[in-house]
């Protein structure tokens, strides 16, 4: 498929062309099969019509494909990154708390903030972290529905907050996509795509491994148990850096966040982890300290590379900065720094810019993922 269309209907992975690319496409198809599961509209309607583009992105042979690759892409992908879980989960939940709280400062806004070219660095995070904020939510919500007493209406009320009570303009994604504007980046859900590092594509695809499976129920309440925390301390240090060196940019998707999760932490401790252990005992605060555990991972694991994609990039002695006009179009094919960069003409790395001698992404981490520049 081309990049021509609505973007939420491109349905296009890359081919592993070594097998240095083999995680890389398998999270992005992983991520195609979870996203089959979501309603996605595009903003506009398209020329010619929404209900073919539509019919296509949903036909019945492409879901059942995707259904049939997702079980192994999962084991492959996400399974290992699992630990079992282990404690009493009353002094989990306080050993937590206090260590999030008492955690120094983001590693990367204090980074930012001694970069010559922070809002390059600071667009590469908007895109990298687009591929759940954009859609808020929408993964927790395969989560909420079914029958499993009490603790069901409080996780509830939790995703209404994210959907803004029913009120458009303050559903979180919206707040997101100004963020992305003030920018100039295109906020159409999927609209960077191409520019998706591996990190970022396991980060969201752990997310939705956790609530696209039921049999996590107890590992989903671990997982909000630590975003919901740290969620707090994170949004807060973005906002502070937005505030002194992006005044005019919309920082309310963070400030909200800043202040809302402090509710959202105490609801999950009292209102889904103390019932749930109560009632089904310690194999289900195991899952629970299981859930938490492997979204700090994630978390920590996509955050820790993302920093160090930016250091390299800085590192790098023929980078230039700018963010790609157009995010969908000449996209050119994937490398890694384990890839034969001899030859290949000038890099693109996200949404930072362009190495213009290739072999200078050999120094990157190994895990990012470049395009060769057209």
Known sequence: MSG??????DARVDL????????????????????????????DGPEGGVLAPLRRH??????????????????ELIAPLVRPGEGDIGAYVEAMLAEI??????????????????????RNFLVQSSPDLLAEASASALGIIGEYGEPQSALFRILIDEFGYGVPAKK???????????????????????WFDTMALELHNAIHWLFQNPRNVFKQVGFLLHAETAYQRSTQA?????????PDADARYFAEHAHIDLHHTRMVID???????????????????????LTKAAFARAGDHLLAVSQAFVAASSSSYGHPAEPRAAIGRPVTPKSDLA????????????????????AFPPMAIGRVAA
């Open 16 to 43: 592993a062309a070594d097998d240095s690319l083999r995680a890389f496409v398998g999270h992005q198809t992983l991520l195609r099969c979870y996203q089959a599961r979501y309603v996605l509209l595009p903003a």
């Open 172 to 194: 979180h994604s919206v707040l997101y996509r100004a963020s992305m504007r003030s920018f100039g980046l295109d906020d159409a859900y999927n609209g960077y795509w191409p």
């Open 238 to 246: 973005h906002h502070r850096y937005l505030r002194q060196f992006h």
């Open 343 to 362: 030859g290949v003409g000038p890099v693109r790395v996200g949404a930072l810019g362009v190495l213009g001698d290739p072999t200078d992404f050999a």
């Open 101 to 122: 709280r008492g955690a120094p400062e983001n590693a990367f806004t204090a980074f930012l903030t001694g970069a010559e070219n922070r809002d390059d660095h600071y």
């Open 271 to 293: 209102e889904a982890v103390k019932p749930f252990t109560a009632r089904f005992g310690d194999e289900a605060g195991h899952e629970i300290i299981a859930g938490a555990e």
């Open 58 to 75: 949903y036909d019945a042979a492409r879901l059942a494909a995707l259904a049939e690759l997702r079980p192994k892409l999962e084991a």
């Open 4 to 9: 021509e269309g609505p973007a939420v209907f």
